[in-house]
Nanobody, 125 residues
Framework: QVQLKESGGGLVQPGGSLRLSCAAS????????MGWFRQAPGKAREFVIA????????YYADSVKGRFTISRDNAKNTVYLEMNSLKPEDTAVYYC??????????????????WGQGTQVTVSS
C-alpha cells in the first residue's frame, strides 16, 4: 500500500506561482497513475489534473489548462503540480491521489484508491 504526502502549499498573491509535491512511500509510484484534486470550503472535491505512469499522457481540467502542469519523477517517487498565474478561485486544499491502473488517466475521485492528507493553497492579496 502506498502512502502519499503533499507539500508546498501556502499563501500566494494573485498571478503568482507555487509548486506542490506529492511524495510516496511504501510502494513505488511506477504502479500508479496519479492525479491532483482540490476542495474549496463549502464545495465538492474537484478534479484538477492527472498523469499516467509513463508521464506521456496527461489530462487537465478546463479551469487550469495553460496554467497548471503535472509531472512526475519516478526515480524520486514524487509527483509535482506546477501552478502559475494563480487566481483567488484556485484557493483550496489540494490532494494528490494514486490509481492502480497505471496506463490511463481518470477524473473521478472514486477511481483513485489512495489519497494524501492535502495541502492548503490560498491565493489572496
Amino acid at each position: 500500500q502506498v502512502q502519499l504526502k503533499e507539500s508546498g502549499g501556502g499563501l500566494v498573491q494573485p498571478g503568482g506561482s507555487l509548486r506542490l509535491s506529492c511524495a510516496a512511500s511504501g510502494h513505488t509510484l511506477t504502479s500508479y497513475s496519479m492525479g491532483w484534486f482540490r476542495q474549496a470550503p463549502g464545495k465538492a472535491r474537484e478534479f484538477v489534473i492527472a498523469i499516467t505512469r509513463s508521464g506521456r499522457s496527461t489530462y487537465y481540467a478546463d479551469s487550469v489548462k495553460g496554467r497548471f502542469t503535472i509531472s512526475r519523477d519516478n526515480a524520486k517517487n514524487t509527483v509535482y503540480l506546477e501552478m502559475n498565474s494563480l487566481k483567488p478561485e484556485d484557493t483550496a486544499v489540494y490532494y494528490c491521489a494514486a490509481r492502480l491502473d497505471p496506463y490511463t488517466t481518470a477524473t473521478m475521485s472514486f477511481e483513485y484508491e489512495y489519497w494524501g492528507q492535502g495541502t492548503q493553497v490560498t491565493v489572496s492579496s
